[in-house]
């Protein structure tokens, strides 16, 4: 349910390794279990856009606890991939993501104690109730999958959204960690799951090992970068010089991949940045649009908790009651102190139907609840506009 699972490059499209001590060489990309291998549950669900290379330090950016890449390296990681199918956020009881993945390690022994590094970040939910998200875990057992191995139910509640249950499973094969994460709309789903999935991704491991797998890479279905097919686009939505007054300089403006976005299930998402931008010494800004309105109220309760979790720890945060402008607002007011010297900051997090807007501002002078509730409403109308007219 926690995936590894916030913001990065992409790395190489393919990553040959080898097995430790062994031949023929191993190609990441054709090891995690393509959407054929899933069997009638899956074979109809489209690839998630965080499917791909897992990098390091994209792997570090899943996390919730203090990683960085640089410590996924000193453990011994070199790299993983990744295919990921279906969404979380789906109305259904029954399975609606399939996850697997192949991480190669530098020797079995560092794979080995991996699997406890990963067990033990699985587990760690104080960070997440930080940011509202309350997840409880049991352990569930994964029958003819070797050990050693672990694997957890999770159940995730936000306040008035529908639980979300996952098994996210792992197991060690030589010097390679092969993970599985089976989200559904009912326990029982994820948990009759998740051993026959895992069982398979073992055989295509094992059949990879002895030079039997003959296989390509799953064509991943990217394409640029850019506005959805359908609705309003998220470029006409962010603000806009005018709405921030002078002095304003954009400073980067573009559609940028989801899997790279807060939200990384999102269909589109826009970035952008101004510095400085009128009384703020810089603003930045996400909006991206979700599969539907249940992921956008998920990632805008999430990113409410995050951004102010996030700023907060660094000086007084408060929350600033921006519900008349509507679309779920919620606005934050961050003072900070370093010596004689002070900085603010105002958050804003807006969500209407499929559309996710974020906005960040930072000012030297101090802020107030009225710059908040102003931010908030230039967002606020120019979503609202956007989407309604």
Do not use: C
Not at 315 to 341: F, H, M, P, R, W
């Amino acid at each position: 349910m926690v995936k590894r699972g916030l913001l990065t490059a992409v790395f190489v499209a393919a990553v040959l390794v080898p097995v430790a001590s062994a031949s023929p060489q191993l190609q990441l990309a054709v090891l995690p279990l393509p959407r054929t291998e899933l069997g009638a549950v899956g074979r109809s669900m489209p690839v998630a856009s965080d499917s791909g290379v897992d990098s390091n330090a994209h792997a570090a950016s899943q996390t919730t606890g203090n990683v960085t890449a640089a410590r996924l390296k000193r453990l011994g990681r070199i790299s993983g991939y990744l295919l990921d199918y279906g969404t979380p956020f789906s109305a259904s009881p029954g399975v609606s993501e399939i996850q697997t993945e192949v991480e190669r390690y530098r020797t079995p022994a560092a794979a080995s104690k991996s699997l406890g590094f990963w067990r033990k970040q699985e587990l760690d939910v104080k960070p997440l109730k930080a940011f509202g998200l309350d997840v409880s875990f049991k352990k569930v057992p994964l029958a003819n999958v070797p050990r050693p191995n672990w694997a957890y139910l999770s159940v995730g509640r936000m306040h008035g959204l529908k639980p979300i249950y996952a098994v996210d499973a792992e197991l060690v094969e030589g010097a390679y960690l092969l993970d599985v994460s089976i989200t559904a709309g009912s326990p029982g789903a994820a948990k009759r799951l998740a051993p026959f999935i895992a069982q398979k991704l073992v055989r295509r491991f094992r059949l990879a090992q002895e030079g039997r797998l003959h296989a390509k890479p799953v064509n991943l279905e990217r394409g640029k970068p850019g506005p959805p097919a359908h609705g309003p686009k998220p470029s006409k939505i962010v603000l806009t010089k005018s709405d921030v007054g002078n002095p304003a300089t954009v400073v980067r403006a573009g559609y940028v991949s989801p899997r790279n976005a807060f939200d990384s299930y999102a269909a589109s998402a826009y970035d952008l940045a101004m510095s400085p931008a009128g009384a703020y010494a810089n603003l930045e800004q996400e909006v991206s649009v979700a599969g539907n309105a249940l992921e956008a109220k998920y990632f805008a309760a999430l990113a409410a908790g995050a951004l102010a979790h996030a700023g907060g720890s660094g000086g007084t945060a408060t929350t600033v009651d921006v519900s008349s402008v509507g679309d779920n607002a919620y606005g934050e007011l961050i003072q900070v102190s370093v010596g004689s010297k002070s900085a603010s900051e105002a958050i804003v997090v807006l969500s209407r139907g499929k559309y996710l807007d974020l906005v960040i501002t930072a000012a030297t002078s101090k802020l107030g609840a009225a710059d908040v509730q102003s931010l908030a409403q230039k967002a606020a109308h120019r979503l609202n506009v956007a989407v309604s007219g």
